[in-house]
């Protein structure tokens, strides 16, 4: 520890730090005692040790810090304390000096450790030598000499000492006192009357001397000076000087002053003030009235040292007589006093100021004011008018000049304007403290002049200047006259009326509130309130959506800008009678016997019969096994129970039950199934007996038209007439066998044959009999029964054909078709089971037709022709608009065909314009029209319709848009907003918004000082009067109003201006050139830049958001695609009769469809890619060891006149051929067909064409061509009509996205190639089978995906191409080029001239120039003439060879489309695809030869493919350029129809 210094009297401590833990304690020593060992010593847990108050002696030494750390072990450290005493000064005092004397202090340190050094300060500072002070010190005391005292040395003395202990200190003051002595001595003075002044006395010494003022009065020898008393007015000044503020005469005389401190004697000296007068006037101011036009003089007395000269002034201005002779002035003396008079002649108002008179002298000058005032009649008051009311005026004036007299009152009088003042009306003796007043009793809508006087007592003013005003509107007195009901219909009455007397409009009639109530017991009392302009003195109105047969109260009120006024008296009427719109409740059915039910109800509610109930209807259908229902029949009644008899026995039944009013029908209750009980059945509705053997027969019966229960068995009955057996023999089989076998008969005899059904209720009637031999041969016979069988589509049909015979017949089944007979054919839709029975899967509308089924063997043969009949969705219905109000639609329709099946009923959907938010609306089958209630008023509406029959629901009708009546509100300019305005709050009326129709249901204003951004908000549901409130005074406002129904928003925008503070009207606002122009600017620019850059980036956004969609409804129709691609993939070597089935898809570019059909080759699409490049590596790849020619076609539209009509497909539903509609098309034959084809292709030898196109065709009949359609609502060009039910129908027109894609690739650079063309697919959905439109009963949009049935069912999908980007002319070689238009005898005439170059294809003949016809033209005229060949579809086979041609290469797989297959290039065969060897048909009207002849017109080496104008071309060089690439093919191809 380190030693410490301690100051002696002082407290020390001494601390002992411990590091460690634990320890036990801390001990001090000091000479090895324990401390503490007396009270000044303090030891802290801690370890400190506390010395108080040190002393030297006793405290100083070794001390020792012990610290026990173990029980036996402790540590300890030493520390020397040592004590310094400080000095210690002994007291000293300084005695009293005076100037010049001698003065000694010494300062004596009487204790304290040396060395002790002593020094002096003197006010802080150190004494400096010279200034008459000297120090002497010694080793502990100094002394202060000075050797002659002055008041310099006055101050405070310091004598400090101080050592290594402490530095100490002693103060003392030293005072040294002066007599005093005068420093500016007093001498005689002059004053001035009224003035100011000082009396000079300035004294000095120490202590300040006291200084004392005294006056002896009078100008001669003082005699005797008295204390001047100390006032206000006389003061001593801090520098002992008199002051006078105001000297008088009283105050002259001598003036003594003496000073005094108490060293040595007083001193004093006097002095004389003369006191001078200046010049004064004695006359006081004053006020004087005159007379206009009278004579009046002033008068004006000074005084004081003479000479005075007076002057006069009129305010500012001096009074000269020589120049003004209206003014006149005299003087004269009168003793000590002077007295000017000023005299008008005579006094004019403008004499009403101040005169003021200046007396003046050589001591100073004065002036006196004289007020004068001429008094007069008051000038008129000037009036405004504060506000104007319909019947009251609010004036206010005011007096400008009231002739300097009090006014004493006021008179107002007005006239009606046409009238003289003379029929005046007047207001009198109007209190002089009022300055407006309000004018009651006035007229409404009327113009009243109005003028003022004001009086004093002087006299009445000249009337004011004359007002011109007009009275308000007020609300009509009067109620509209002659109010008269008319009931117009079951919801609506029409209301007349005429407007109110003139006299009591009080303005212009603007319109009308009717006010109607419904007056049934139960109604609420209130009033609804409907609004209509006024048209004239008459006016009718018709009230809609009233309750139907109720009793209404209407009241009509007229009113005008200012409101509304009296309700006309209540006038009752009740509306029409309606139908009832509810049905009978609580219907029941009881089914009683087989043939009778009771059916019973109870009456609607009667709020609901709307009207008298005349009765009750009861309708009833039957509803058979196949699902068809029987004919609807009713009975009328006006009980609540009704028995039907006659009813079919075990049959279910539908009821419902309706009342009836005057009006009609009411609504019908729910469907009510009721099943009559079982009864015997029929007999069996047929039966067949034929010899199956020698020894036995076959009988076969079918069940009995009328089972009347469920069969339990059949009972067969045989007897022999012969035989002599009087009861015929019995034989029971099941109920689900219909043929038996009866054996052991005796050849050669006859045997009589009968059925008869048996049921729970017993026994039925029997069949007929027939009579049967067993013969020895037995022929082949069929036991089956034809007839009609009905079905609905997509269900699996079986048609038996079952047939005996020794030896076993052959069963073949045939078609008719037309005047033919077609074999039906076994395939994935077609079964011929051994039994015999045709099956028939999925069955559509093309499979209805007559199928004849015959049995044969050696013996014989027997037929049996089965009618069948597949039933459809129905067609779309015709649905028309026939009425519209403000909050209903009114719908009519007429049904399409009903597909066979009778339609079940209808199902109506509707939504707002912009949502796509579908309402359902269930109709019965037998309503025509509907109403659509309860809508919004003046909105859009879309609405479709489609029905429904029992095999499931149609197309869905044309959407159609119907509007409720109604728009936005509007506000009208001829009504006055604001009706009130003062400096803190407005009053709006907000009267001046029409409804448009429809009810308001908010009002918004929005309003802020002009040049502030923060609007303030109001919302209202009023229409009335709203008030703004605490608004700032004297401020132009900005006020913008929305009023919002549900057509819609009005706006209306305003500027409107509070008064002043005290209701005075405020400028307009001048545009301020300043700073705040700068940011207007700034902000009109920034603004667009800010919006332009956040409408890109949400563009950027809703595109970005709208790809990912796409692109993931991409994936999931892709793997749907690929799934369905999956389910057909079949072997390229399996043998396929007919047309390939492949999987199809739709590409829908919006309008368009196109179909994409699967040949016989699948190449699936990269794992997720949406993009197929056509490059040369795509064409070679090596799928299969075939090759063949792939092409890709795409149209665009061309016009082309004269063809015929076109095919209306509008109206095309499954199972039926488009009609071609003269009456309606024909004035529409010059629209667009599609009849440009671009083509894509390439050729690999030795295989078969393979081509990728898109047709689009709409035909007419004058080219022999038959356009039909399948379930998928499409059709395309076939060679029969089986076949183009195959096919897919696109729309007539196409929509300019389409158009733009094929003008894409028309208008392609020259230079450019297309063998990196990309196509690229957007979006895919796949579609219900049944339809490409949406079905009802849903809300889910077209483009939802739904399950799939059947491998071939559509989707759609959207496709974008891009042009290829430019290459080099040698990478262009043998690839797919385009070709615009169709040639025959020249098919190179037409190409693009880089299409022509040798690089691509080689002039086969040089003597075949191209004809001088225009390309367009030679394709329309080859066009023709390959129609009118009637080639539809024409291949050449292997062994053909054209006169002139090579040996072909390829032979073209047989395609739905127009197909020209043409010889490829010479080479070895390919072996033909199995889907080639299905037979071409037969071209009609034309033979071989020709056929052949016509190829020869196309160039070697060349292919025609495609549509009816497409043509595949390629040259010898390209196909062997392909050859040398590779030999496999590309193994995939689509046609896109």
Known sequence: MKNITAVAGRDTFINCRVIGYPYYSIKWYKDSLLL?????????????????????GMDEGEYLCSVLIQPQLSISQSVHVTVKVPPLIQPFEFPPASIGQLLYIPCV?????????????????????????????????????????????????????????????????????????????????????????????????????????????????????????????????????????????????????????????????????????????????????????????????????????????????????????????????????????????????????????????????????????VQEPPDPPELEIREVKARSMNLRWTQRFDGNSIITGFDIEYKNKSDSWDFKQSTRNISPTINQA????????????????????????????????????????????????????????????????????????????????ENSPGSNGQYSIVEMKATGDSEVYTLDNLKKFAQYGVVVQAFNRAGTGPSSS????????????????NVRAISITSDVAVISWSEPPRSTLNGVLKGY????????????????????????????????????????????????????????????????????????????????????????????????????????????????????????????????????????????????????????????????????????????????????????????????????????????AIPVTVDGHRLIQANGTLVLRSVKAEDSGYYTCTATNTWGFDTIIINLLVQVPPDQPRLTVSKTSASSITLAWIPGDNGGSSIRGFVLQYSVDNSEEWKDVFISSSERSFKLESLKCGTWYKVKLAAKNSVGAGRISEIIEAKTHGREPSFSKDQHLFTHINSTHARLNLQGWSSGGCPIT??????????????????????????????????????????????????????????????????????????????????????????????????????????????KRLRDAKSLAEMLISKNNRSFDTPVKGPPQGPRLHIDIPRVQLLIEDKEGIKQLGDDKATIPVTDTEFSQAVNPQSFCTGVSLHHPALIQNTGPLIDMSDIRPGTNPVSRKSVKSAHSTRNRYSSQWTLTKCQASTPARTLTSDWRTVGSQHGITVTESDSYSASLSQDTDKGRNSMVSTESASSTYEELARAYEHAKLEEQLQHAKFEITECFISDSSSDQMTTGTTDNADSMTSMSTPSEPGICRFTASPPKPQDSERGKGVAVPIPHRASKSDYCNLPLYVKSEAFFRKPDAHEPCPVVPPREASIRNLARAYHAQARHMTLEPGAKPLGLPPPASAATTLPQRTLPMPGPAGPRAPRPA???????????????????????????????????????????????????????????????
């Open 1002 to 1111: 908010a009002i918004v204003l929005e309003y802020r000082p002009k040049g502030n951004w923060v609007w303030q908000s109001l919302r209202t549901n009023s229409s009335s009067e709203v008030f703004l409130t605490e608004l700032r005074e004297a401020t132009w406002y900005e006020l913008r109003m929305k009023a919002c129904n549900s057509a819609g928003c009005g706006n209306e925008t305003t500027q409107f201006a509070t008064l002043d503070y005290d209701g005075s009207t405020i400028p307009p606002i001048k545009s301020a050139q300043g700073e705040g122009d700068d940011v207007k600017k700034l902000f009109t620019i920034a603004c667009p830049v800010i919006l332009a850059t956040l409408g890109v980036a949400l563009l950027f956004i809703i595109r970005k958001k709208r790809k990912e969609k796409r692109l």
């Open 438 to 517: 309000n004018i009651v009793d006035l007229h409404p809508a009327s113009v009243y002049s109005i003028r003022m006087y004001s009086f004093n007592k002087i006299g009445r003013s000249e009337p004011s200047k004359e007002l011109t005003i007009s009275t308000e509107e007020a609300a009509p007195d009067g109620p509209p006259m002659d109010v008269t009901l008319q009931p117009i219909t079951s919801q609506s009455i029409q209301v007349t009326w005429k407007a109110p007397k003139k006299e009591l409009q009080n303005g212009v009639i603007r319109g009308y509130q009717i006010g109607y109530r």
């Open 36 to 56: 503490p060992d007396n009270h000044r010593q303090v030891v802290f847990e801690n370890g400190t040790l506390k010395l108080m108050d040190v002393q030297k």
């Open 1475 to 1537: 889907a080639s060897a299905a037979p071409a048909p037969p071209v009609a009207a034309e033979p071989p030869v020709a056929a052949a002849a016509a190829e020869a017109r196309v160039p070697t080496h060349s292919k025609v493919g495609g549509s009816r104008d497409s043509l595949l071309e390629m040259s010898t060089s390209g196909v062997g350029r392909s050859q040398k690439q590779g030999a496999g093919a590309y193994s995939k191809s689509y046609t896109l129809v």
């Open 617 to 820: 209807r009861v309708i009833f259908w039957s509803l058979y096994m196949d699902g068809e229902w029987g004919e609807m029949q009713n009975i009328t009644t006006t009980r609540e129970r009704v028995e039907l008899r006659g009813m079919e026995k075990f049959t279910n039944y539908s009821v419902q039950v309706l009342a009836y009013t005057q009006a009609g029908d009411g609504v019908r209750s729910s469907v009510l199934y009721i099943q009559t009980k079982e009864d015997i059945p029929g007999p069996p509705a047929g039966i067949k007996a034929v010899p199956s053997s020698a020894s036995s027969v076959v009988v076969s019966w079918l069940p009995p038209a009328k089972p009347n229960g469920i069969i339990r068995k059949y009972t067969i009955f045989c007897s022999s007439p012969g035989s002599g057996q009087p009861a015929p023999s019995e034989y029971e089989t099941s109920p689900d066998q219909l043929f038996y076998r009866i054996a052991h008969l005796n050849r050669g005899q006859q045997y009589l044959l009968w059925v008869a059904a048996v049921t729970s209720a017993g026994r039925g009637n029997i069949s007929e009999k027939v009579t049967i031999e067993p013969a020895g041969k037995a022929p082949a016979k069929i036991i089956s029964f034809g007839g009609t069988v009905t079905t609905p589509w997509m269900k699996d049909v079986r048609l038996p054909c079952n047939s005996v015979g020794e030896p076993v017949p052959a069963i073949k089944w045939t078609k008719d078709s037309e005047d033919s």
């Open 109 to 373: 340190v009487s204790s304290g450790d040396m060395p002790i050094h002593i020094t002096w300060r003197k006010d802080g500072h150190v004494i400096l030598s010279g200034s008459g002070v000297t120090i002497e010190s010694k080793e502990f005391m100094s002394s202060l000499q000075i050797s002659s005292v002055s008041l310099k040395h006055n101050g405070n003395y310091t004598c400090i000492a101080s050592n290594d202990a402490a530095t100490v200190s002693r103060e003392r003051q030293l005072i040294v006192r002066v007599p005093p002595r005068f420093v500016v001595q007093p001498n005689n003075q002059d004053g001035i009357y009224g003035k100011a002044g000082v009396l000079n006395c300035s004294v000095d010494g120490y202590p300040p001397p006291k200084v004392m003022w005294k006056h002896a009065k009078g100008s001669g020898n003082p005699q005797q000076y008295h204390p001047i008393p100390l006032t206000g007015r006389i003061q001593i000044l801090p520098n002992s000087s008199l002051l006078i503020r105001h000297v008088l005469e009283e105050d002259i005389g001598y003036y003594l002053c003496q000073a005094s401190n108490g060293v040595g004697t007083d001193i004093s000296k006097s002095m004389f003030l003369t006191v001078k007068i200046p010049a004064m006037i004695t006359s006081h101011p004053n006020t004087t009235i005159a007379i206009k036009g009278q004579t009046k003089e002033l008068n004006c007395t000074a005084r004081g040292e003479r000479p005075i000269i007076i002057r006069w002034e009129k305010g500012d201005t001096v009074i000269d007589p020589d120049r003004n002779m209206r003014y006149a002035i005299t003087t004269k003396d009168n003793g000590d006093e002077v007295i000017s008079t000023l005299k008008l002649k005579p006094a004019d108002r403008g004499d009403s100021v101040f005169f003021s008179c200046h007396a003046i002298n050589s001591y100073g000058e004065d002036r006196g004011l004289i007020q004068l005032t």
């Open 570 to 585: 209540e006038i009752n009427a009740t509306t029409l009678e309606d139908v009832p719109s509810q049905p009978p409740e």
